[in-house]
């Protein structure tokens, strides 16, 4: 796989030249770990099926689109990702039926819950870098968690506003039966969400981020 | 006031908040260390891929599919990328903002994205002076 060494900009003016095959190859070549990582954080219980058919089925569509003479894209890889996005969802929605959520679905829970707290108050004050290695972090304490804290945690990405609006693990519960085939109550979802929770905290501590979590007991 | 939830519940709730907010947010594709890193499996997949896979999808790509490619892609201009103030707050919570702040908010953010637009058409040299 070739090194992340051709800028955007160059990308943008090679799709404005007339072999927009090589520019395809090209933008493969350098960018498809970017691809495929991006794919794998929009749903993470994607396996390697799941992701490779998005990603050929997105180049698919690309592809039909630089291949018109008269379309020029502004910003391939901008329209890329967009098709990438969308196919993503509807493989996750045929896969599991799952409720694909962007954190813009969210965000009257998300504030409310943010909103007059400790966790609120530090992540506001965090300065640029140090939330980025944040987002890093937590990143890789979600994929070391076991797998049905795992799983909990997945749930809980997909039916987070229903847990708020219904103040109940119900929902929870369902989805983790759904995606795993477990029998789980709502008292076990509740638990299997607590103890990721706690996991978490212990390896975002262990990250350098006490500070956020000094007033959960 | 009494707090009903208590204090540990309502910072519990605020960490959940966090890892929803921070796991679901958009990513920039073009930032690796913004992006997770891939399973084993899902990394052999990746590099078992043929070398000649573009020119095999040019060879076949059919046509018809998409029809106006020109829409998709103003479609890819018009995502909405949430920022950390909208959910965390900064005086700018937009849960307690009114539909007019929340109008400003957006046409601020559709005039920024035209200017990126603008400014990249310019520095290739395209921009009327």
């Known amino acids: 796989m070739a090194k992340d060494t051709i800028t955007e900009e160059q990308l943008d003016e090679l799709f404005e030249g007339s072999d927009r095959e090589f520019a395809v190859q090209l933008l493969d070549a350098y960018r498809r770990e970017n691809m495929w990582r991006y794919i794998y954080s929009l749903y993470r219980s994607f396996d390697d099926e799941d992701i490779h058919e998005v990603y050929v089925k997105a180049l698919e569509e690309f592809i039909e689109c630089v291949k018109k003479p008269d379309f020029a894209p502004k910003a391939p890889l901008k329209l890329l990702q967009h098709i990438i996005k969308k196919r993503a969802i509807d493989r996750a929605r045929k896969k599991c039926g799952a409720r694909v959520k962007a954190a813009g679905d969210l965000i009257e829970p998300l504030a409310a819950d943010l909103k007059d707290t400790k966790v609120g108050l530090e992540w506001k004050l965090m300065f640029k870098e140090e939330s980025r290695a944040f987002r890093k972090a937590l990143d890789k304490a979600v994929d070391e968690l076991a797998?049905?804290?795992?799983?909990?945690?997945?749930?809980m990405l997909e039916v987070y506003d229903q847990v708020r609006e219904d103040?109940?693990?119900?929902?929870?519960?369902?989805?983790?039966?759904?995606?795993?085939?477990?029998?789980?109550?709502?008292?076990?979802?509740?638990?299997?969400?607590?103890?990721?929770?706690?996991?978490?905290?212990?390896k975002m501590t262990k990250a350098g981020f006490k500070h956020l979590f000094e007033d959960i007991q | 006031m009494s707090d009903p939830l208590g204090r540990d519940e309502r910072e519990k709730r605020a960490f959940d908040a966090l890892i929803v907010s921070n796991l679901l947010r958009d990513r920039d594709?073009?930032?690796?260390?913004?992006?997770?890193?891939?399973?084993?499996?899902?990394?052999?997949?990746?590099n078992s891929l043929p070398d000649d896979l573009v020119?095999?999808?040019?060879?076949?790509?059919?046509?018809?599919?998409?029809?106006?490619?020109?829409?998709?892609?103003?479609?890819?201009?018009?995502?909405?990328?949430?920022?950390?103030?909208?959910?965390?707050?900064?005086?700018?919570n937009r849960a307690d903002m009114d539909e007019e702040t929340k109008r400003k908010l957006d046409e601020a953010r559709r005039i920024a994205r035209e200017t990126m637009i603008k400014k990249k058409k310019w520095n290739k040299g395209d921009a009327k002076s």
Not at chain 1, 169 to 185: F, M, V, Y
Not at chain 2, 60 to 85: H, M, N, V, W, Y
């Open chain 2, 55 to 92: 020119s095999k999808l040019w060879a076949k790509s059919p046509e018809g599919r998409i029809e106006d490619c020109q829409a998709l892609e103003e479609a890819s201009f018009e995502e909405t990328f949430i920022d950390d103030e909208q959910y965390a707050g900064s005086g700018a």
């Open chain 2, 29 to 46: 594709h073009e930032d690796l260390d913004d992006l997770p890193e891939l399973p084993d499996a899902i990394k052999a997949k990746m």
């Open chain 1, 167 to 202: 103040d109940s693990p119900k929902a929870l519960a369902t989805r983790i039966r759904e995606l795993s085939g477990d029998d789980c109550t709502s008292s076990q979802a509740a638990d299997r969400w607590e103890a990721a929770r706690e996991n978490l905290k212990s």
């Open chain 1, 147 to 155: 797998p049905k804290q795992h799983v909990a945690a997945r749930a």
